[in-house]
């Protein structure tokens, strides 16, 4: 009983003893005019099923429509954006060595039956593989749908992410996650990933 006394005297780690946190949330990063502009991008721009990492597709998991945001001055102020957003989640929460963002930016529809499964976004291969951080973003007013709740579960507790328009979240893209299925409508969202070097 002794032993088991002294290590609870164990001074707390270099977080303080304060409960580690998951994912960085900013309401309203994007407003609802750039978020209308965002949504008529996608309705004018090739569309893609949805797939999963490493250029797989699977129904059963995934079920969605995207595109891929052109890397042009039209939509510099976007990349701006995300990259002051992910910066800021990095400095105030994660900490992790980041070297850039090597994949497009993604918009993403789901309409009625669409959904994500569970599932992380850190996967194999040269890209997939160096995934750090992930960024999402609504862009659908949240009565424009029904059912489509983006929610994480880091720690065995579900975090349904708010639905407001113009809101982002930064989390680890070893995170589980899921876009549960879609009811009615349509929900569209901003979609990327941050990389950088393996943990050590």
Not at 19 to 40: G, H, M, N
Not at 146 to 163: C, D, K, S, W, Y
Request: glycine residues 10%; charged residues 20%; hydrophobic residues 45%.
């Amino acid at each position: 009983m002794a032993e088991l006394r002294a290590a609870s005297q164990l001074l707390p780690g270099p977080g303080g003893g304060k409960p580690p946190a998951f994912w960085a949330l900013y309401p309203s990063a994007f407003s609802p005019s750039e978020c209308a502009i965002l949504r008529d991008a996608f309705a004018q721009l090739d569309r893609h099923d949805g797939g999963l990492v490493a250029g797989r597709f699977d129904a059963k998991v995934r079920q969605s429509v995207l595109v891929w945001l052109p890397e042009d001055d039209a939509f510099l102020w976007v990349h701006r954006r995300i990259a002051q957003l992910v910066a800021d989640a990095n400095r105030d929460v994660f900490h992790y060595a980041l070297d850039g963002i090597d994949e497009e930016l993604q918009l993403a529809a789901y309409g009625p039956g669409y959904y994500y499964d569970w599932h992380i976004d850190r996967g194999r291969g040269a890209t997939a593989g160096r995934r750090k951080l992930s960024l999402s973003v609504q862009l659908s007013p949240p009565d424009a749908y029904m059912g489509g709740a983006l929610t994480l579960n880091a720690n065995g507790r579900p975090f349904q992410v708010p639905r407001d328009q113009g809101t982002a979240i930064v989390f680890a893209a070893h995170t589980i996650h899921r876009v549960a299925p879609v009811v009615s409508g349509l929900r569209h969202s901003l979609v990327t990933w941050v990389h950088g070097p393996d943990f050590v």
